[in-house]
Structure formats: structure tokens, C-alpha cells
């Protein structure tokens, strides 16, 4: 169905036309229609539901980040710790190796400490000749 309107002659190129397709549309009833107030409402709501959406992933982002913060202190510390036991048993090997060459210089010292004492006992009498006969010549 077209239906034409036309105006007065002098603007007869302004005309309106008014077109329906009859076959684009099926028998509309009130119900049936989706009113402004209607699409704003579901607009608002879609955004809302979109809002909360990106607020529940970044809260997911966040506490994602907090955790990976606090593995990454824990592995810190394991580590650091792992690495003060190393330099302790390090420093504890040393002190021993240590310990053990001491005991090793020390007895050999006294072992050269022995010899030379009984080396003295044996040349004692032979030293005091020496001296008394140097103190008689003068």
C-alpha cells in the first residue's frame, strides 16, 4: 500500500511518502513492541552486568597479582635461606679443616719441640764444659 500526500502546487517536489511492506511486518500488537523506556532499561542493565563483569576480573587480576607477589617473596626467602645454611656449612667445613691443620702444626711442633730438648739433655753436659772452660781460661 502506498499512500502519497501531496502539497500545494508551487512545492509539488516536496511531497512526503509515506511506504509500508506489508509483507516486512506481521500483525504487531502492543505487547509486542519493545517501547524506548524498554530499550534504555536494557541497555542500563547490559551495562551494568558489563561493569560488574570487568569489576569481578580485575579483582580476579588483582588477587592473581597479590598471590604471585607473595610466591615470589616466599621462593625470595626460601632461597636466601637456602643460600645462608649453604654459607654456614661452608663456614663450618672451613672451621674444621682448619681446626684439623692446626692440631696437625701443633703436633709437629711439639714433636720438634721434644726433639730439641733431648737434643739439649744430650749436648747439656758437653755445653757446660764449654762455658765453665771458657770462664777459667779468662
Given at each position: 500500500?502506498?499512500?502519497?500526500?501531496?502539497?500545494?502546487?508551487?512545492?509539488?517536489?516536496?511531497?512526503?511518502?509515506?511506504?509500508?511492506?506489508?509483507?516486512?511486518?506481521?500483525?504487531?500488537?502492543?505487547?509486542?513492541?519493545?517501547?524506548?523506556?524498554?530499550?534504555?532499561?536494557?541497555?542500563?542493565?547490559?551495562?551494568e552486568?558489563?561493569?560488574?563483569?570487568?569489576?569481578?576480573?580485575?579483582?580476579?587480576?588483582?588477587?592473581?597479582?597479590?598471590?604471585?607477589?607473595?610466591?615470589?617473596?616466599?621462593?625470595?626467602?626460601?632461597?636466601?635461606?637456602?643460600?645462608?645454611?649453604?654459607?654456614?656449612?661452608?663456614?663450618?667445613?672451613?672451621?674444621?679443616?682448619?681446626?684439623?691443620?692446626?692440631?696437625?702444626?701443633a703436633?709437629?711442633?711439639?714433636?720438634?719441640?721434644?726433639?730439641?730438648?733431648?737434643?739439649?739433655?744430650k749436648?747439656?753436659?758437653?755445653?757446660?764444659?764449654?762455658?765453665?772452660?771458657?770462664?777459667?781460661?779468662?
Amino acid at each position: 500500500m502506498v499512500e502519497s500526500r501531496q502539497k500545494p502546487a508551487k512545492l509539488r517536489s516536496n511531497y512526503m511518502v509515506k511506504v509500508i511492506y506489508r509483507s516486512a511486518f506481521a500483525r504487531v500488537t502492543k505487547g509486542d513492541t519493545m517501547g524506548r523506556a524498554d530499550i534504555l532499561r536494557a541497555i542500563k542493565k547490559s551495562e551494568e552486568g558489563a561493569k560488574k563483569i570487568q569489576s569481578d576480573a580485575e579483582a580476579k587480576a588483582a588477587e592473581t597479582l597479590s598471590n604471585a607477589r607473595v610466591k615470589a617473596a616466599e621462593s625470595t626467602n626460601s632461597g636466601r635461606q637456602g643460600a645462608d645454611d649453604e654459607a654456614a656449612k661452608m663456614l663450618s667445613d672451613a672451621r674444621a679443616a682448619a681446626e684439623k691443620e692446626a692440631e696437625s702444626v701443633a703436633a709437629e711442633g711439639e714433636a720438634e719441640l721434644e726433639r730439641v730438648a733431648n737434643e739439649g739433655k744430650k749436648n747439656r753436659s758437653t755445653a757446660a764444659d764449654a762455658v765453665l772452660d771458657t770462664f777459667r781460661k779468662n
